[in-house]
């Protein structure tokens, strides 16, 4: 059992203070029944709530894949800086965050959410998580380069990176490579298992390389919806959502 006002701030249909201004004005009904109090209790799995005439179906955790452009910054709020979570103001679901962060300038698949279990499964360095990078170099991309980077560099923390997995793009069904860009020498899949600071960047600096373009293409098993223009959004599907909780051994 739940009260209405939480219900509704559950669903990000405001602040506490709003959703008791919104229920009090009467745009709020239960089982079809216009409801003005705050507290009412009801049971979130079988009341039928609407706001506004629109039916709201619980959910306390909400998961979205974001196509993240660059020129925004991964964090929730920021006084100067478009944020994440600016690209979202219409996503239902209350303190939604990025789980981890891209930099300003990366692009491609940033999970937001709501479930802090989840993101710290999913962050948690023990759980060596695989996200797949396609990343454009400034420089050819040497055998010896993607030799060193498979075996792990030195980035300057004490360990050197762990082995990464690197392949480069086959032209003929890659959507990178346009006919007249010949990017296949200085361009690269890169798929890491650890989330350091600038890791991308900083690797291929290691190796001699500089990194021009940088995005994210996967995380776990869930993958870049290429259907997403950048700064658009969408719920995770129910089979996404379940392959990553059996992924961070949250399944039932
Ligand atoms: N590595 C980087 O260098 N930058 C990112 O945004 C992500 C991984």
């Given at each position: 059992m739940i009260r209405l006002d939480r219900f509704l701030c559950d669903m990000g249909i405001g602040s506490r203070s709003q959703v008791k201004s919104y229920i009090k004005k009467g745009q709020v009904t239960v089982n079809g029944q216009v409801c003005t109090q705050s507290d009412y209790k009801l049971d979130e799995c079988s009341t039928a709530v609407a706001f506004g005439g629109k039916e709201l179906h619980y959910q306390r955790f909400h998961y979205y894949m974001l196509h993240k452009p660059a020129g925004v910054i991964s964090a929730v709020t920021d006084r100067k800086e478009t944020t994440v979570l600016n690209l979202l103001r219409?996503?239902?679901?209350?303190?939604l965050f990025p789980v981890g962060r891209l930099d300003k300038d990366t692009e491609g698949l940033l999970l937001i959410t709501n479930d802090g279990k989840l993101a710290h499964e999913l962050l948690s360095?023990?759980?060596?998580i695989p996200k797949t990078y396609f990343v454009k170099t400034a420089q050819m991309v040497t055998e010896e380069m993607i030799h060193q980077l498979k075996e792990g560099v030195n980035i300057g923390n004490e360990k050197k990176t762990l082995p990464a997995c690197v392949s480069r793009p086959e032209e003929a069904s890659n959507p990178f490579l346009g006919d007249t860009e010949n990017l296949r020498d200085s361009s690269l899949f890169l798929t890491i298992v650890e989330g350091r600071f600038h890791q991308v960047k900083r690797m291929l600096r290691a190796v001699g390389n500089e990194v021009v373009y940088l995005k994210r293409m996967s995380m776990g098993t869930l993958k870049l919806d290429e259907g997403l223009k950048k700064g658009e959004y969408r719920a995770l599907s129910e089979e996404e959502l379940r392959q990553l909780r059996e992924l961070t051994g949250m399944g039932e």
């Open positions: 219409d996503a239902p679901g209350k303190e360095p023990s759980r060596r």
